[in-house]
């Protein structure tokens, strides 16, 4: 940080009060004063705009429209991989740190040992130090960075610190740390669950915390027979037998899912055309006996199946959720198909207006595409999820750009996108520094009256997750459900 800058800062935001201090000690330096604005309205210095937007920002409970949370318990079992590598200060490391270690050189060798159960949680550091000074600045890292401050008050991993870091991760993951961690800390008020374990659907022990999408992604690509059939008790011999199979998903969990969701994005471009049933039947039998299918012949498979489960779920009024843009991983995304995504989803919102869109993670890096959909079409909404940990400089600058582009009801600011709740909260406090940013830049370079800003804050940290996946209703069919028994377990 540019020490000059830091203090002209300090002195700036003298006075504003602790909990201001704590949101811009965190952020970025903004420059100070206001630019020339066309209506400048009320006399009120930037730093004291600064300061009720960020306080309103910090006080305000936030939903998290995506996790891939395990079940508290299933974290308390122990090590158990590939979902919990290690039980250690290395697991907060897994997901997703741990690619930006390995693009920055490190060994895979070294990183299955940094991430095994049976090295010395102490002797992990020497593994890692040679790259950390390269990664410790990225979005990845300073979410982890975050939460071990906030959770172990630990302020930087050193070789010294590393005791400390692995004795707070002890006393931390106890029966409780959901709660504690989620809605304590992070003042989350609930979070939505895409279950990456295999099934489906799952009811969490905690139905008002964790409420989980509906998978449909095995419903048309493969399809993933094994995982979806079985519990349905329907032998599938034909196409209309799976339909039936897909009914029953529906029929079953709707009401009690909150969205459905699609990770498919990983594997083609979401160009899903409307095929008719007559024209996958003899795909989807070759697929049934494991004969060989062309490529162009899985697409014309899968692309019917996305859409016989697409309005399914519009039936249900459960939302889309559809992954697009960045790639998890390393060494593997293949860019020009990314591309396409936008382009894509524009065209899927022309062929279902009554479906409800929720395009994920801003289609990083091709986020002023998919702005421009939402700005477009009534049905597409966009969702920031992981975006504040991809880009942070990015999600802040979409976020500002959303707001004075498209409708402020489409946006969904928040999803930590984590297999382990410690890092959430980092990544739920770089998006709240970056929303109270991105609404204080706007203010001090004249695009929004502080009013108008401050109206925002409700809206799209809280009041556009309630309406668009409805969460009221859903709660109540969780603790009904969960309290007669005949509710949503997992097939
Ligand atoms: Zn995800």
Redesign the pocket.
Same mark, same amino acid.
């Given at each position: 940080m540019n020490t000059q800058k830091f203090v002209s800062r300090r002195a700036a935001l003298k006075g504003i009060g602790a909990v201001g201090v704590a949101v811009a000690a965190l952020g970025q330096s903004t420059g100070g004063a206001a630019t020339a604005a066309p209506d400048p309205g009320p006399a009120l210095s930037a730093s004291g705009a600064r300061k009720l937007i960020s306080e309103r920002v910090l006080q305000t409970p936030l939903i998290d429209t @995506?996790? @891939?949370l395990l079940e508290e318990k299933e974290r308390l079992q122990g090590a158990s991989p590939p979902w919990v590598p290690c039980d250690d200060w290395a697991l907060l490391f897994s997901h997703y740190l741990d690619s930006d270690f390995l693009t920055a050189g490190m060994p895979r060798a070294d990183m299955d040992r940094f991430l095994s159960p049976k090295v010395d949680p102490l002797a992990k550091w020497q593994l890692i130090a040679p790259y950390w000074p390269a990664v410790r600045n990225t979005g990845y890292a300073q979410a982890v960075r975050i939460s071990m401050r906030e959770l172990y008050a630990v302020e930087d991993l050193t070789e010294q610190s590393v005791a400390a870091v692995q004795s707070g991760y002890e006393q931390t993951r106890r029966p409780g740390f959901y709660q504690q961690i989620l809605q304590d800390r992070a003042k989350i008020e609930s979070c939505q669950i895409?279950r990456v374990m295999g099934e489906p659907f799952k009811q969490s022990d905690m139905p008002a915390l964790l409420m989980y999408d509906l998978g449909i992604v095995g419903m048309f690509a493969g399809p993933d027979f094994n995982q979806y059939a079985p519990p349905t008790g329907i032998e599938v011999k034909a196409l209309a037998d799976w339909h039936r199979v897909i009914d029953w998903w529906f029929d079953r969990y709707a009401k009690y899912a909150v969205a459905v969701k699609s990770?498919n994005a990983y594997s083609r471009d979401i160009d899903y055309a409307r095929v008719p049933a007559e024209e996958a039947e003899p795909v989807f039998r070759k697929t049934l006996q494991k004969e060989p299918v062309t490529d162009a012949e899985r697409k014309r498979l899968e692309d019917h199946l996305f859409w016989y489960a697409v309005d399914r779920a519009t039936a249900h009024n459960l939302p889309v959720k559809l992954?697009t843009g960045y790639y998890?991983g390393q060494n593997s995304m293949p860019l020009a198909r990314l591309r396409l995504n936008a382009d894509s989803a524009a065209e899927l919102c022309r062929l279902a207006p009554d479906a409800q869109f929720v395009f994920?993670?801003i289609c990083y890096p091709y986020y002023e595409e998919l702005l421009s959909v939402a700005k477009h079409w009534t049905n597409a909404h966009v969702d920031m999820?992981?975006s504040w940990i991809i880009n942070p400089v990015a999600a802040k600058d979409y976020l500002k750009k959303h707001i004075v582009t498209a409708p402020a009801n489409k946006l969904l600011p928040f999803?930590g996108?984590y297999l382990h709740v410690e890092p959430v909260l980092g990544h739920a406090a770089l998006a709240r520094r970056g929303i109270a940013q991105a609404l204080s830049e706007l203010v001090e370079e004249g695009w929004l009256k502080l009013a108008d800003a401050l109206d925002l804050v409700d809206l799209i940290m809280h009041d556009n997750a309630r309406r668009i996946f409805r969460l009221a209703q859903k709660t109540d069919a969780l603790r009904q459900g969960s309290g007669n028994g005949n509710g949503a377990e997992a097939g």
């Amino acid at each position: 940080m540019n020490t000059q800058k830091f203090v002209s800062r300090r002195a700036a935001l003298k006075g504003i009060g602790a909990v201001g201090v704590a949101v811009a000690a965190l952020g970025q330096s903004t420059g100070g004063a206001a630019t020339a604005a066309p209506d400048p309205g009320p006399a009120l210095s930037a730093s004291g705009a600064r300061k009720l937007i960020s306080e309103r920002v910090l006080q305000t409970p936030l939903i998290d429209t @995506h996790e @891939h949370l395990l079940e508290e318990k299933e974290r308390l079992q122990g090590a158990s991989p590939p979902w919990v590598p290690c039980d250690d200060w290395a697991l907060l490391f897994s997901h997703y740190l741990d690619s930006d270690f390995l693009t920055a050189g490190m060994p895979r060798a070294d990183m299955d040992r940094f991430l095994s159960p049976k090295v010395d949680p102490l002797a992990k550091w020497q593994l890692i130090a040679p790259y950390w000074p390269a990664v410790r600045n990225t979005g990845y890292a300073q979410a982890v960075r975050i939460s071990m401050r906030e959770l172990y008050a630990v302020e930087d991993l050193t070789e010294q610190s590393v005791a400390a870091v692995q004795s707070g991760y002890e006393q931390t993951r106890r029966p409780g740390f959901y709660q504690q961690i989620l809605q304590d800390r992070a003042k989350i008020e609930s979070c939505q669950i895409n279950r990456v374990m295999g099934e489906p659907f799952k009811q969490s022990d905690m139905p008002a915390l964790l409420m989980y999408d509906l998978g449909i992604v095995g419903m048309f690509a493969g399809p993933d027979f094994n995982q979806y059939a079985p519990p349905t008790g329907i032998e599938v011999k034909a196409l209309a037998d799976w339909h039936r199979v897909i009914d029953w998903w529906f029929d079953r969990y709707a009401k009690y899912a909150v969205a459905v969701k699609s990770q498919n994005a990983y594997s083609r471009d979401i160009d899903y055309a409307r095929v008719p049933a007559e024209e996958a039947e003899p795909v989807f039998r070759k697929t049934l006996q494991k004969e060989p299918v062309t490529d162009a012949e899985r697409k014309r498979l899968e692309d019917h199946l996305f859409w016989y489960a697409v309005d399914r779920a519009t039936a249900h009024n459960l939302p889309v959720k559809l992954h697009t843009g960045y790639y998890a991983g390393q060494n593997s995304m293949p860019l020009a198909r990314l591309r396409l995504n936008a382009d894509s989803a524009a065209e899927l919102c022309r062929l279902a207006p009554d479906a409800q869109f929720v395009f994920m993670h801003i289609c990083y890096p091709y986020y002023e595409e998919l702005l421009s959909v939402a700005k477009h079409w009534t049905n597409a909404h966009v969702d920031m999820c992981w975006s504040w940990i991809i880009n942070p400089v990015a999600a802040k600058d979409y976020l500002k750009k959303h707001i004075v582009t498209a409708p402020a009801n489409k946006l969904l600011p928040f999803g930590g996108d984590y297999l382990h709740v410690e890092p959430v909260l980092g990544h739920a406090a770089l998006a709240r520094r970056g929303i109270a940013q991105a609404l204080s830049e706007l203010v001090e370079e004249g695009w929004l009256k502080l009013a108008d800003a401050l109206d925002l804050v409700d809206l799209i940290m809280h009041d556009n997750a309630r309406r668009i996946f409805r969460l009221a209703q859903k709660t109540d069919a969780l603790r009904q459900g969960s309290g007669n028994g005949n509710g949503a377990e997992a097939g």
